[in-house]
């Protein structure tokens, strides 16, 4: 069984100039590991820089290939929070229920979890989410997103009733992407 | 008391050509029908394919004068899922809370319900509500939306503070959508 | 302790013609003094109209200074409920949980919620929120904003880790704003 190659990129400014440790993508890689299913690909620090964010998304998508990358950091309303708009504009296609589903199903332990502005998006067959900056909030929402992801990825990738490798668009370029086999369709969602 | 004009679109390649029974229609009609105040002006059966999904779209608001317009199908993450970019494309003023209602209410029973990454929108007089493709899915969104759909086309239609008439831009060509008498204004919202 | 700078601007057709008695910003003001930390700088009456919404959302936050604006009405699905997108058109930066705060947690007692095209969105170092038209809307709603807000305005004046003043970009002749001291920084959410 071939795992979903995962890119995890943290975005902040003190992580990035090594000023204060990134725990953030650690909490993750174990996340993933004890999940199953996922190889971790490539894991990177940003500052808050919308322009380098939106490079390393492409880069992560594109060239590495990773079928999913999570974000840490820069969702929230401080004025260099700028992860949501970056991801927005390298992945249009909205999938708004992921993000939903952390603030609604976090919220009524963690209140401040309806400030966050996380998005998740589609670019090509690659999907990028959002998650917290802090690794409490990295765990929270690994904890509600982690059960959907599988199925998600399998979905982009192919499975189910509009998987056909012929209606894909080919990207130029971009590795295969490796679904979990027999995950089911697209018509459930 | 007249009733208000529905239009319901699948959207499938494999249901519009042929291939796989649409169970979806029939189920609205029926749970439409149960409602009350509800007329199925039209259906139709268009392919995942996003300049057709626009075109009927505009065909059953603009033409056939739908005040409601519900879809199914193509609201998952699968290459081909093409109809929430539709609905926005024809109908842009957002109308976020109703696919809201729908995740947040169905997805304790059925966690992949936070995949759906359905919309909600107006074009002029008509609202256009994504539903999801699976019959199961199409039951459970009902549910939750029925309760809420009279009212706000009342609203749409011109009931409350803001629905004098001279309040809304005529539509040329457009028929007139029948209101229930009575329903309620736009200020409780 | 330096209170926050908070507008107030109700947006309605009778309303804003002395036809129908304006009580949600007495309620909203009520609200704020309860909770202080907050002083109104500013209430303001305005038609459903667009333009008009736009220009008074831009004189509160760049000449009034508020670091809050809330607004009352126009966010339902009537033909002149423009509120929203004169909202997001000065306002383009996102923070989408506080609208689906208000929707998922007052819906369960009125179920109507779900109809609210409110949103929350961030010009510079402003705030602009927007709440229901009718008074009980406006009480439920503050109800689960005002927890979220002193912290919400205090990352984005600049606490936390991103809150550096030398971050911030200039925005020439907007007064300071004054955040509550102490308040935590922007990695949490």
Chains 1, 2, 3 share one sequence.
Do not use: M, Y
Not at 44 to 62: K, M, S, T
Not at 117 to 135: C, E, K
Not at 139 to 166: I, K, M, N, S, T
């Amino acid at each position: 069984v071939a795992d979903f190659r995962v890119g995890i990129l943290g975005v902040s400014d003190t992580r990035s100039r090594g000023e204060r440790e990134d725990e953030t993508t650690g909490i993750i890689v174990q996340a993933l590991e004890r999940a199953g299913g996922f190889q971790v690909a490539e894991t990177a620090l940003v500052a808050d820089e919308r322009d380098a964010v939106e490079a390393e998304l492409v880069r992560l998508c594109d060239d590495v290939g990773c079928a999913l990358v999570l974000t840490t950091g820069g969702t929230g309303l401080a004025p260099r929070d700028v992860t949501p708009e970056a991801t927005r504009a390298v992945a249009p296609i909205d999938v708004p229920g992921l993000p939903e589903a952390v603030r609604v199903q976090t919220a009524p332990s963690f209140p401040k979890a309806w400030l966050s502005r996380a998005v998740a998006g589609l670019r090509g067959p690659s999907l990028i989410v959002n998650l917290p900056g802090s690794p409490g909030g990295v765990r929270d929402a690994l904890e509600v997103l982690l059960p959907l992801l599988p199925h998600a990825l399998a979905v982009r990738a192919g499975g189910g009733e509009h998987g056909h490798a012929g209606h894909q668009a080919p990207v130029s370029g971009v590795p295969t992407l490796r679904p979990e086999p027999g995950a089911a369709g697209g018509e459930d969602a």
